[in-house]
T-cell receptor, first 120, second 112 residues
């Protein structure tokens, strides 16, 4: 079974600085998707960034970028120029790329989250 | 546009009462639909998923059940709520074209 581990329960960053959140995962599959979700106090789950495992190039979305190391099974999130609105829980998640008909392998598996605080 | 609706937003129910949470999606067909629960300060736990009408798979034995009476409707139910059913419930859908999960706004359930 696949697992996702976020080893940093809490992180803090100064406004305008850069912070990196860590995520590691365990899988025997070769094709999968990885995600970072943001959950602000409203608890709405918001997709921050996604990475397809077959792509070697790291995904970027504005101030958010990932460092995807497939061999090491590592998927960290870098937030540049941190803003107060970035304060939230961040979840790393894994999903198999294989069709999930009749099985649970297509379900999204979450880490336990990292709470990010941004200091003004 | 593709959207997901979930209601109610907040619910306070006494122990032993029934439950019905509803989730509907728009702008897509035959989506894979999911119910997750999030306990306070913790990650998300998958409860049920559905790949089509009438097809429900349960991930965790519990006091809850799910149904999918229509292609874009997913319902979470309970006949008798327990205190341990309290939590934040999220509906989500996945399509390959979307390359990701889209979540509803969630329901905060408190069982008293």
């Amino acid at each position: 079974a696949q697992t996702v581990t976020q080893s940093q329960p809490e992180m803090s960053v100064q406004e305008a600085e850069t912070v990196t959140l860590s995520c590691t995962y365990d899988t025997s599959e070769s094709d999968y998707y990885l995600f970072w979700y943001k959950q602000p106090p409203s608890r709405q789950m918001i997709l921050v960034i996604r990475q397809e495992a077959y792509k070697q190039q790291n995904a970027t979305e504005n101030r958010f970028s990932v460092n995807f190391q497939k061999a090491a099974k590592s998927f960290s999130l870098k937030i540049s120029d941190s803003q107060l609105g970035d304060a939230a829980m961040y979840f790393c998640a894994y999903r198999s790329a294989y069709l999930d008909y009749g099985g649970s392998q297509g379900n999204l598996i979450f880490g336990k989250g990292t709470k990010l605080s941004v200091k003004p | 546009s593709q959207t997901i609706h979930q209601w109610p937003a907040t619910l306070v129910q006494p122990v032993g009462s029934p439950l019905s949470l509803e989730c509907t999606v728009e702008g897509t067909s035959n989506p894979n639909l999911y119910w997750y629960r999030q306990a306070a300060g913790r990650g998300l736990q998958l409860l049920f998923y559905s790949v089509g009408i009438g097809q429900i798979s349960s991930e965790v034995p519990q006091n809850l059940s799910a149904s999918r009476p229509q292609d874009r409707q997913f319902i979470l139910s309970s006949k008798k709520l327990l205190l341990s059913d309290s939590g934040f419930y999220l509906c989500a859908w996945w399509t390959l074209a979307n390359y990701g999960y889209t979540f509803g706004s969630g329901t905060r359930l408190t069982v008293v």
